[in-house]
Structures are given as C-alpha cells and as structure tokens.
T-cell receptor, first 114, second 110 residues
Framework: DAGVTQSPTHLIKTRGQHVTLRCSPI?????VSWYQQVLGQGPQFIFQ???????GRGNFPDRFSARQFPNYSSELNVNALLLGDSALYLC?????????????FGAGTRLSVL | QKEVEQNSGPLSVPEGAIASLNCTYS??????FFWYRQYSGKSPELIMS????GDKEDGRFTAQLNKASQYVSLLIRDSQPSDSATYLC??????????FGPGTSLSVIP
C-alpha cells in the first residue's frame, strides 16, 4: 500500500509569490494534518482536516490556507511568501474520528524562499 | 510554558548501551502519546504509541507513561549506530491537535 505522498519534494520561490503544496493520504485515512518544521525544531501544527472540514488551526497567519477534497487529498496554500516561510512542510494522515490519531507522515516538501 | 518539553541534547551513548529519552507535557487532559524518530533531512516515523500508565515494550524500545507526573519516556536497549537520529515526543487529546516537542538528538557512538 502507498504511504502518504507529497508533491513537490522541493520548491524554490521568491518573496511575495504564492505556493501550493499537495498531499495524498494513506488509503482509508480521512484526516490530514499539515505541519511546518524549521531546522532544529519539532513540527509546528498548521491545519487539520477531517471529512473535508477544518478541525483545527495552529498559530499561523491568514496567508496560510488549506482544503481537503472529496477523495481526502489536501492542498496547503501560502500567499505572499516571506523568507521565514522557508521550511520543511509535512503532511500527516490518520484514520481520524474516534481513532487514537496515530499520524503517518509523508516525505515532506522542502520550501526555500529567496 | 511549552506544551511538550524535551531535552534538546545531544545525548551520546556508546553502542550497546541503553539510551533514555525523556519528555514532559503540560496538558493534563492529553490522552495519547507518541514517539517518532526523524533522521536528518527525512520525515518523522512512528516508533511507539502509548495511552495508559505503565510500560509498553516493542523489541528494543520501551515507552513509559506516568500521567500523574505528566511524564513520558523512551528507552532504547542495545543502542545501535543506526539509532542515531532526533526523537520527537508528541501528545494528543481527543478532538484536538497533536503537539510535538522540539526533539532530542541521539548519537550512538560505535
């Protein structure tokens, strides 16, 4: 079975641009969460979606938005990129609902903002 | 106060020794706890999950949970150089997000 897949793997953008990151969860998983990981720190929660509805939002500016599609895949959008947005963006999927929320991570998208 | 705290390390142990990684959390309502391993430049991979007080063993790994002390630990027996990585502790309460600690860097010296 395929694990969590993320695309693209690497991305280079300039300040002020917009970026879209994509994630496909493990088959059967209905929940997707997005994290930002800066070098030397743990993953910071950005969004969680379950059954296409937003279930949680971390302390990130409105430049960050996300959505989940009927097939449970998800997109993370970041507008007006700043240098500080350079990070590894991780997507994690889980069964969701009443499950104990074991999250399985994709390989991540490394975003560099120049 | 940070929600999940870990010693950043680096923690160095000789090959074959026991590595002990510790984590404390501030939210008493947290129900589920996880240990992830992350190699440099890679994404986190789940090692252990624990939900009840006490010990949980899986091969060379043992997770320990003490909810009264709000403390979670991970023991790695017979440490191998391939165990050298950053270990992330995470907590979760039902209906809420998973919170990760900053990670502890472990180095196993051959």
């Amino acid at each position: 079975d395929a694990g969590v897949t993320q695309s693209p793997t690497h991305l280079i953008k300039t300040r002020g641009q917009h970026v879209t990151l994509r994630c496909s969860p493990i088959s059967g998983h209905k929940s997707v969460s997005w994290y930002q990981q800066v070098l030397g720190q743990g993953p910071q929660f950005i969004f969680q979606y379950y059954e296409k509805e937003e279930r949680g939002r971390g302390n990130f500016p409105d430049r960050f938005s996300a959505r989940q599609f009927p097939n449970y895949s998800s997109e993370l959008n970041v507008n007006a990129l700043l240098l500080g947005d350079s990070a590894l963006y991780l997507c994690a999927s889980s069964l969701g609902g009443a499950a104990k929320n074991i999250q399985y991570f994709g390989a991540g998208t490394r975003l560099s903002v120049l | 106060q940070k929600e999940v705290e870990q010693n950043s390390g680096p923690l160095s142990v000789p090959e074959g020794a026991i590595a002990s990684l510790n984590c404390t959390y501030s939210d008493r309502v947290s129900q589920s706890f996880f240990w992830y391993r992350q190699y440099s430049g890679k994404s986190p991979e789940l090692i252990m999950s624990i939900y009840s007080n006490g010990d949980k063993e899986d091969g060379r790994f043992t997770a320990q949970l003490n909810k009264a002390s709000q403390y979670v630990s991970l023991l790695i027996r017979d440490s191998q150089p391939s165990d050298s990585a950053t270990y992330l502790c995470a907590s979760h309460r039902s209906g809420d997000k998973v919170i990760f600690g900053p990670g502890t860097s472990l180095s196993v010296i051959p």
